[in-house]
């Protein structure tokens, strides 16, 4: 089943190395072994994203992909990332930044 909601596309970060629990070894998981982040966070990393993937905004600054990234057991289990919905600074009410310290 397709989930429909506010689109929110995340930029796909390939990672170095993957640890797997030893009760999922043998499924397919490879979309749960890259890391997303909103386009707002490329400042701050020297890495270039492989790709983007289409997530559906939900209603706590997270993400959820629109289609199922596995299926165990005849259960459909949608990929969910937290933390992507703010670009404001939690202590100040700009936005996020590479900050910029004088020298003492």
Do not use: H, W
């Not at 190395?17 to 499924?27: A, D, I, P, S, W």
């Not at 982040?37 to 629109?66: C, H, Q, Y």
């Amino acid at each position: 089943m397709k989930l429909k909601g506010v689109p929110l596309n995340l930029d796909i970060y390939e990672t170095s190395k993957v640890l797997t629990n030893e009760y999922f070894q043998e499924f397919e998981m490879c979309e749960f072994e890259r890391v997303y982040l909103p386009e707002s966070m490329r400042p701050f990393t020297s890495f270039s994203p492989s790709g983007t993937k289409a997530f559906i905004v939900d209603d706590n600054r997270g993400a959820v992909s629109t289609l199922p990234s596995l299926e165990l057991d005849g259960t459909d289990f949608y990929l969910s990332v937290k933390g992507v919905g703010s670009t404001t600074n939690p202590f100040s009410q700009q936005l996020l930044g590479k900050l910029r310290y004088a020298a003492c």
